[in-house]
């Protein structure tokens, strides 16, 4: 009988990789994954990859729409800083691990790429000392799964410089073909058509990461009126587990909710200015495509959300408002001129241009099949 072919074995007999990635979550951890994902089979068509999640992540519903198999291991709750329990790993953690090294013997895993959070962890802890181990970090600020991750790591990749892990690639963030090639001029028509935005009207986007904003929706909500009254449409996407409830105002561009945005491209190219957080990949997103923003950055955890927008607001291609300051009266003091001022949003959209990694999905992609090559 013939020995099974360990991943390391596979990799170098030149047979199909098998790339396991965990970014689980929410869509800042999952969408870096599943762009790789993507350049991954763009460069290794034959390739395959398998993306590991839990039952409480929204993974359970991207992963599958974009036709990748997701396989579900228990969730480790991540303390903010090292712990002796953690060190120790108790009972929930080695459960994880055990259960994650399962999927990765079963699926043949040449490499395993993480993401950071609650997902990853156990997907390092499993692999080391038997699978390499990529590790990618979106913010300046590395989370506690990948500061784990990079110490056992064959490949470390960042986005941005200055990044404390030891021995960092900067890369950029893993960003989907269809935002990193979109020419919003010419689908401007379409996307608002597809949505039922006025075809002529300047128009905010707003939108407050997956789950929405709670001050976020009331602030531009409650500028309506004003909204209205000069003539700016607005698309919201308000959150899936929110509701939100505008006056309408007839003869005035339309102003149209909607819980979560299936198609950012369109969003994107249906809009003038975007008002939203600025996770990392959000701000990677909207400078690729040149979309003026005002940033509200989210106001807990070690103020990771200001220092991703700082470079865009110093470049010119961005606002940033404290959320504490954020009102009504805010975004009809300061959102609603920028959004009519057309060239102060052509000039503000040239200088988000140029500012990312554009071809960051590939690059990974590279390092990631270079170490499952071993």
Known sequence: MSKPVKGTERAATGKAPVV???GGGTAGHIEPALALA???????????VVALGTERGLENKLVPARGYPLELIPPVPLPRKPTP???RLPLKVRDSVRKTREVLDRVGADVVVGFGGYVALPAYLAARGRVPIVVHEAN???GLANKVGARFAARVAVAVPGTPLPNAEVVGIPLRRSITALDRAALRAEAREFFGLDPDAPTLLVFGGSQGAQSINSAVSGAAKDLADAGVGVLHA???KNTLVVQEFPGKP?????????RMDLAYAAADVAICRSGAMTVAEVTSVGL???FVPLPIGNGEQATNARPAVDAGAALMVDDADLSPAKVAELVVPLVTDADRVAKMGAAAV???????DETLARIVLEAARG
């Not at 993507?38 to 395959?48: E, G, I, Y």
């Not at 140029?354 to 960051?360: L, S």
């Open 354 to 360: 140029g500012m990312g990694h554009r071809e960051a």
């Open 85 to 87: 329990e953690l060190i």
């Open 20 to 22: 396991v990635v965990a």
């Open 140 to 142: 300046k600020s590395a």
């Open 292 to 294: 003026p923003a005002v």
């Open 38 to 48: 993507d350049a991954v089979m763009r460069l290794r068509p034959d390739a395959k």
């Open 238 to 240: 308000h959150g899936p």
């Open 254 to 262: 339309a102003y149209v909710p909607v819980p979560y945005l299936e």
